[in-house]
């Protein structure tokens, strides 16, 4: 997943006089963590970002205009800009005076300098030829040929590749564009032309990253598209000039908006960041900037900006800069792994031991959210359920004719939930399903969609014996839970969170509401495995306790005072340790909960669900994590026995998570009061714990250090200290 975090403004643009928005910075350059802003005038203004104060700012002289934005020289630390086309300066950030600093006038017009890390700066002239800056100081009137005359710059950036720096750039003559590749050193220039295919739209703007000895060039054009071009860096200089395709990679607006100006950076290998001002046919424009996952062409986040927009963005570090109004602000993001389940949720950092990773063709979801079928592929189905080899044993040479998906689907819309279960059986049994995992999807489907027309219809045995098929997700049917709620089938719900890796968090939420909502009374009811928490929940003392707090509360019994009062505060100590080993929920309960602590998540989007538990609802939680936490401690591998167990990893972090979601209205609570000073206990121990731990890594690497074989003779004594 990838979101905007916090905001703030770093600085006021300059302005083109009354209330007109400005024109944008000239440029933006990164400096060791700081950012070196150009306007478009006569000013270079260095500013830290982190005090949104500025550390310098320089002016040109009165008439004067700078032409290409200010850059850092990595090597020497100094600053290099270019104004009136052809006048080079050189400064350091302790000057205070352009006038007085190194200035070179160059042969030809400078289109843009670009720094390289570990490396001097290029410059790019506007008729295509690059020079290193070092190259250009030792003589500055050296005469620049020409790489091309008629066609005219659009776009520049530099990269390194096995050390050697080099520029790409793009160049337009009349409706054609062309990829110039040149490297320094060695010398080497490639050209290449743009294949648009038919694409009739102006280009926007651009964008490239280095990888496998490929430069990808990402081009928006004013549609609303993005496409790919792949330039390779090695080529055959025997042709001449080579054509490159360009592919779709991701449609921003379906519609008849048309993009006025617009950006485009790159976040990482998987994500971008679009910012732009959508033009409607009505003629009411829209300023925005947005994250998108390329890879899945799915839109993450989106900020508005309501003040206008330039259409300008730069990308340095985990911060975007975007002109909004007269201001420039910066945008903390974040960005996560990309795959299907981090986009939808996250990635089940510990799998369960009965599911398998099944591949899955996503490319057959289709638009409109349905599945489709394709009956050129086929899979084996693997399940390992018993009740469908039993099946398959007992039929014997009695063997019916499989069913197709569609006859399936058609018997799910009319049949009676028996004819619908034999059917599902005899079609779960058959030897091969084509495209296995999508054809398990659309039953799944069909049947939601039955049971939303028809409220009274819901075929329970169907939706759990589909659950438990390996290789599904809950991307695949995302409305089996949905229902599943509204029905409060815990079994159902227990299963998907076992079986899919990427539910979302607003989905696991509803779950714990549910979960902990439901009285122990009516899950006992339930056939539920309890194998799984036997190991750590004693069934019998759970109900001997229940039966003494009826008796006992807080541990006061006014029979036991009468007697003996000594006696009375023993059996209260007492009373409060077996308290303390009491589980508060009972083991049908606690096999839910373990289900939502091993469920993956993000804290991000959890903690705002979080809020949504009532005060009860939260106590009865955290006992349980405590729970959990005082049985871990008493193992010595600090894991719970049995499967499906949730690690002290997991207990912790959802313990403070629940904290930090409910702390103002815990430590109102006066029920929570033995609770929270429990669980500062825990924490207390836990850091003496490792304070110690981190002793014992001390002294141990202390061993190591001197204790180095050395020649002592026949005998010696040596004395080890250690302080």
């Given at each position: 997943?990838?979101?905007?975090?916090e905001?703030?403004?770093?600085?006021?643009?300059?302005?083109?006089?009354g209330?007109a928005?400005?024109?944008?910075?000239?440029g933006?350059?990164?400096?060791?963590?700081?950012?070196?802003l150009?306007?478009?005038?006569?000013?270079?203004?260095?500013?830290e970002?982190?005090?949104q104060?500025?550390l310098?700012?320089?002016s040109?002289?009165?008439?004067q205009?700078?032409?290409?934005?200010?850059v850092?020289?990595?090597?020497t630390?100094e600053?290099?800009?270019?104004?009136d086309?052809k006048v080079?300066?050189?400064?350091?950030?302790?000057?205070?005076n352009?006038?007085?600093?190194?200035?070179?006038?160059?042969?030809?017009?400078v289109?843009?300098?670009?720094?390289?890390p570990n490396a001097?700066?290029?410059i790019?002239?506007?008729?295509g030829?690059v020079?290193s800056?070092?190259v250009l100081?030792?003589?500055?009137?050296?005469?620049?040929?020409?790489v091309?005359s008629?066609?005219?710059i659009?776009w520049s950036?530099a990269?390194v590749e096995?050390?050697?720096?080099?520029v790409?750039?793009?160049?337009?003559?009349d409706?054609?564009?062309?990829?110039?590749?040149?490297?320094?050193?060695?010398y080497m220039?490639?050209?290449?032309?743009?294949d648009?295919?038919?694409?009739?739209?102006?280009?926007l703007?651009?964008a490239?990253?280095?990888?496998?000895r490929?430069v990808?060039?990402?081009?928006?054009?004013?549609?609303?598209?993005?496409?790919?071009?792949?330039?390779?860096?090695?080529?055959n200089?025997?042709?001449?000039?080579h054509?490159l395709?360009q592919s779709?990679?991701i449609?921003?607006e379906e519609?008849?908006?048309?993009?006025?100006?617009a950006?485009?950076?790159?976040?990482?290998?998987?994500?971008?960041?679009?910012?732009?001002?959508?033009?409607?046919p009505?003629r009411?424009?829209k300023?925005?900037v947005?994250?998108?996952n390329?890879?899945?062409?799915?839109?993450?986040?989106?900020?508005e900006?309501?003040?206008g927009?330039?259409g300008?963005?730069?990308?340095?570090?985990d911060?975007?800069?975007?002109?909004h109004?007269?201001?420039?602000?910066?945008i903390?993001?974040k960005?996560?792994?990309?795959?299907?389940?981090?986009a939808?949720?996250?990635?089940?950092?510990?799998?369960?031991l009965?599911?398998?990773?099944?591949?899955v063709?996503?490319?057959?979801?289709?638009?409109d959210?349905?599945?489709c079928v394709?009956?050129?592929?086929s899979?084996?189905?693997?399940?390992g359920?018993?009740?469908?080899?039993?099946?398959?044993?007992t039929?014997?040479?009695?063997?019916?004719?499989p069913?197709?998906v569609?006859?399936?689907l058609?018997?799910?819309?009319?049949?009676s939930?028996?004819?619908?279960e034999?059917?599902?059986?005899?079609?779960l049994?058959?030897?091969q399903?084509?495209?296995?995992?999508?054809s398990?999807?659309?039953?799944?489907l069909a049947l939601?969609?039955?049971?939303e027309?028809?409220?009274?219809?819901?075929?329970?045995?169907?939706?759990?014996?589909?659950?438990q098929?390996q290789g599904?997700?809950?991307s695949?049917?995302?409305?089996?839970?949905t229902?599943?709620?509204?029905?409060t089938?815990?079994?159902?719900?227990?299963l998907?969170?076992?079986?899919?890796?990427d539910?979302?968090?607003?989905?696991?939420c509803?779950?714990?509401r549910?979960f902990l909502?439901?009285?122990?009374?009516?899950?006992?009811?339930?056939?539920m495995n309890?194998?799984?928490?036997?190991?750590?929940?004693?069934?019998?003392?759970?109900r001997?306790?229940?039966?003494?707090s009826?008796?006992?509360q807080n541990?006061?019994?006014?029979?036991?005072?009468?007697?003996?009062?000594?006696d009375a505060?023993?059996?209260?100590?007492?009373?409060?340790?077996?308290k303390?080993?009491?589980?508060?929920?009972?083991?049908?309960?606690?096999?839910?909960?373990n289900a939502?602590?091993?469920?993956?998540?993000?804290?991000?989007?959890?903690?705002?669900?979080?809020?949504?538990?009532s005060?009860?609802?939260?106590?009865?939680?955290l006992?349980?994590?405590?729970f959990?936490?005082m049985?871990c401690?008493e193992?010595?591998?600090?894991?719970?026995?049995?499967?499906?167990?949730?690690?002290?990893?997991?207990?912790?972090?959802?313990?403070?998570?629940v904290?930090?979601?409910?702390?103002t209205?815990?430590?109102?609570l006066?029920e929570?009061?033995?609770?929270l000073?429990?669980?500062?206990?825990?924490?207390?121990?836990?850091v003496?714990?490792?304070?110690?731990?981190?002793k014992?890594?001390g002294?141990?690497k202390e061993?190591?250090?001197?204790?180095n074989?050395?020649?002592m003779?026949?005998?010696?004594?040596?004395v080890?200290?250690?302080v």
């Amino acid at each position: 997943m990838a979101a905007f975090c916090e905001e703030f403004t770093l600085c006021t643009l300059a302005g083109t006089g009354g209330s007109a928005l400005p024109q944008g910075p000239l440029g933006l350059e990164p400096d060791r963590g700081r950012i070196l802003l150009t306007d478009r005038g006569r000013t270079v203004t260095l500013y830290e970002v982190s005090d949104q104060k500025p550390l310098g700012s320089w002016s040109v002289r009165q008439g004067q205009n700078i032409t290409c934005p200010a850059v850092c020289n990595f090597e020497t630390g100094e600053f290099v800009l270019v104004h009136d086309d052809k006048v080079l300066q050189l400064w350091k950030e302790d000057d205070t005076n352009l006038d007085k600093v190194f200035k070179a006038t160059l042969s030809a017009d400078v289109y843009r300098i670009h720094s390289v890390p570990n490396a001097e700066p290029l410059i790019l002239f506007k008729n295509g030829a690059v020079k290193s800056l070092d190259v250009l100081l030792a003589a500055p009137q050296q005469e620049i040929k020409n790489v091309f005359s008629n066609e005219v710059i659009r776009w520049s950036e530099a990269f390194v590749e096995a050390e050697n720096p080099g520029v790409v750039f793009i160049t337009e003559q009349d409706t054609n564009c062309f990829i110039y590749v040149q490297h320094c050193n060695p010398y080497m220039l490639h050209k290449f032309k743009i294949d648009q295919g038919g694409e009739s739209s102006t280009l926007l703007s651009f964008a490239v990253y280095l990888a496998n000895r490929t430069v990808t060039l990402l081009c928006l054009y004013s549609s609303g598209c993005i496409y790919k071009v792949l330039v390779p860096l090695q080529q055959n200089d025997s042709e001449e000039q080579h054509i490159l395709l360009q592919s779709l990679l991701i449609r921003l607006e379906e519609s008849d908006n048309i993009f006025k100006h617009a950006s485009i950076a790159i976040l990482d290998k998987d994500h971008i960041a679009v910012t732009g001002c959508l033009d409607s046919p009505d003629r009411k424009s829209k300023e925005w900037v947005s994250l998108w996952n390329i890879k899945f062409q799915t839109l993450q986040d989106s900020k508005e900006l309501p003040l206008g927009s330039t259409g300008q963005c730069w990308c340095y570090g985990d911060r975007l800069f975007v002109t909004h109004g007269k201001e420039l602000k910066v945008i903390l993001y974040k960005c996560e792994t990309s795959s299907l389940a981090a986009a939808l949720g996250k990635i089940k950092s510990t799998p369960t031991l009965e599911t398998k990773s099944l591949s899955v063709n996503w490319n057959m979801l289709q638009e409109d959210g349905q599945l489709c079928v394709q009956p050129d592929q086929s899979v084996p189905v693997k399940c390992g359920s018993k009740r469908l080899l039993r099946s398959r044993r007992t039929t014997g040479a009695k063997t019916l004719e499989p069913l197709t998906v569609e006859q399936l689907l058609l018997i799910i819309k009319n049949s009676s939930p028996n004819v619908i279960e034999e059917k599902l059986m005899n079609f779960l049994s058959s030897a091969q399903i084509p495209d296995f995992q999508v054809s398990v999807g659309n039953i799944i489907l069909a049947l939601i969609n039955r049971c939303e027309a028809e409220p009274a219809f819901y075929p329970s045995n169907c939706l759990v014996q589909l659950a438990q098929m390996q290789g599904l997700s809950y991307s695949m049917c995302p409305g089996l839970m949905t229902i599943a709620l509204e029905k409060t089938d815990v079994h159902l719900l227990q299963l998907c969170l076992q079986q899919f890796p990427d539910i979302p968090e607003a989905v696991i939420c509803a779950c714990l509401r549910t979960f902990l909502s439901i009285s122990d009374d009516s899950l006992e009811e339930m056939n539920m495995n309890i194998d799984s928490v036997s190991g750590y929940i004693d069934t019998a003392r759970n109900r001997k306790m229940e039966n003494q707090s009826k008796v006992i509360q807080n541990g006061f019994s006014s029979e036991i005072l009468e007697e003996n009062s000594c006696d009375a505060q023993l059996t209260q100590k007492s009373h409060a340790l077996d308290k303390s080993n009491f589980c508060p929920v009972g083991p049908q309960k606690a096999i839910l909960l373990n289900a939502i602590l091993r469920s993956a998540y993000s804290e991000t989007f959890l903690l705002p669900h979080l809020k949504d538990l009532s005060a009860e609802q939260v106590i009865l939680f955290l006992q349980y994590l405590q729970f959990l936490y005082m049985k871990c401690s008493e193992q010595a591998t600090t894991n719970l026995p049995g499967m499906f167990c949730p690690t002290i990893n997991q207990i912790m972090d959802w313990m403070c998570l629940v904290l930090d979601a409910h702390f103002t209205v815990v430590i109102m609570l006066p029920e929570a009061k033995g609770l929270l000073s429990n669980l500062h206990k825990f924490v207390r121990a836990q850091v003496r714990f490792y304070s110690e731990l981190n002793k014992i890594e001390g002294s141990l690497k202390e061993l190591q250090r001197i204790n180095n074989p050395k020649d002592m003779g026949l005998y010696s004594i040596e004395v080890l200290k250690l302080v």
